[in-house]
């Protein structure tokens, strides 16, 4: 089932989604059917994100305004809040139409939370990996609607490996942000992020899944680069390995 946008909706998600280049340009090759949704679900995740930018007042509040935020979009998942955000209806008819699941969804606001608020060692870095980029590619396998908890933990393990090879991307700018990075360092970063590509094994999955574990292959491509090309755009040769791959993919889910 496809999501209903008006055109003013549509241009009000694509500003929420837009700064999140590499899966935008991921979601394009989504079937049609699930173009919208994958668009609701990358504006919110966003807008989740929004939420970790360090306040004007940080140095009195704390994490507290972006503790309050997310809290507010938990209680409107959870339905004990109006829905009184752009998103939100949207979000909503995706979980009651069982598009996506309202666990993975609160997943995501989780991830956000343990990163303003909860411990800094290895293990909570891992669990905030899992619930959060982790999390947003199985909502985008959900989407396509595959439902096997096997395949659904391999997508998991790409949005993994896709978080790790961005965090690796932009080590030095994210060492200044007083973003939660991998506290081992720069070479278990990359580690991690090759063991979960391992676990995602792109070349075994069906067609559906593939869809969704497109960044993986911008993953793959960082993982190898590590930080050489901190701030620089993306170049010719990762997207087209994205549009390569992406084509191939959907002509594989449409035959099916």
Do not use: K
Request: with cysteine; net charge neutral.
């Amino acid at each position: 089932m496809n999501i209903a946008l008006s055109p003013s909706d549509m241009q009000a998600l694509v500003l929420l989604a837009e700064g999140d280049v590499d899966r935008l340009l991921c979601m394009r090759f989504l079937p049609a059917s699930a173009q919208s949704g994958g668009l609701v679900l990358l504006a919110f995740h966003n807008e989740l994100i929004r939420a970790l930018a360090p306040a004007r007042s940080a140095a009195v509040a704390g994490p507290m305004a972006g503790l309050i935020r997310l809290q507010w979009w938990r209680e409107v998942l959870e339905q004990t809040r109006p829905p009184e955000h752009v998103l939100a209806p949207f979000l909503l008819d995706m979980v009651a139409c069982g598009q996506v699941r309202q666990d993975t969804l609160l997943r995501l606001v989780h991830s956000c939370e343990s990163e303003l608020s909860g411990p800094r060692d290895p293990a909570a870095w891992q669990s905030m990996m899992r619930d959060g980029a982790g999390a947003l590619q199985c909502a985008v396998g959900e989407l396509l609607g595959v439902e096997d908890a096997a395949t659904l933990l391999r997508l998991e393990a790409c949005g993994m490996a896709y978080g790790a090879g961005a965090m690796l991307r932009h080590w030095p700018a994210l060492q200044q942000s007083g973003r939660f990075v991998c506290p081992e360092g720069v070479e278990a970063l990359r580690q991690y992020g090759l063991a979960w590509l391992a676990v995602l094994d792109w070349s075994g999955l069906p067609p559906s899944p593939r869809l969704a574990a497109l960044p993986a292959v911008l993953a793959r491509r960082d993982l190898l680069r590590g930080s050489m090309q901190a701030a620089q755009p993306r170049g010719l040769g990762d997207r087209a390995r994205v549009m390569w791959h992406g084509l191939m993919a959907l002509r594989a889910f449409e035959r099916g």
